[in-house]
């Protein structure tokens, strides 16, 4: 029996390396966009009044996918606030389309869950900016 030579042993290394990295992307894209396609499925089961525990108990908390240096958890993140009317305000935003960049998603990825005194008030993009007044927060320009 011959043996291969140090280079061919080097390459076939590395040929099976990179075999395995794509391997792995692809698995890790997958899953990423079933997370996604799950996200905007339940969004579809939200209804006006239910409680924040109820909104987490269908979009889910915690990790979706953790690879490399991509973390990506739901609620992506939320904000609590206080009106002058003393209402306590949570905004809840969950990543519902993929981000361009894949390590961090950004406003234009994430829909807003918005719960006053623990309720479901209302949910997306357009209904802060319908609400812009009485929230006198700013939206991002993309989003205007």
């Not at 042993?9 to 990179?18: C, G, H, N």
């Not at 361009?100 to 623990?118: G, N, Q, W």
């Amino acid at each position: 029996m011959t043996a291969l030579p140090r280079s061919a042993v080097t390459l076939s290394s590395i040929l099976v390396l990179a075999a395995l990295t794509a391997c792995s992307s692809r698995h890790y894209f997958a899953i990423y966009r079933e997370a996604i396609a799950e996200n905007q499925g339940n969004l579809q089961q939200l209804e006006l009044g239910m409680t924040a525990a109820t909104v987490r108990s269908i979009l889910g908390e915690g990790e979706i996918v953790r690879y490399k240096k991509i973390y990506l958890v739901d609620p992506w993140r939320s904000e609590s606030f206080f009106l002058v009317d003393g209402t306590d305000v949570l905004l809840l935003f969950y990543v519902t389309q993929p981000p361009r960049k894949f390590y961090r998603a950004e406003d234009r990825d994430l829909t807003p869950i918005v719960l006053e005194h623990d309720k479901v008030v209302g949910w997306g993009w357009s209904y802060l900016r319908r609400n812009y007044e009485r929230y006198r927060f700013s939206v991002p320009r993309e989003q205007l």
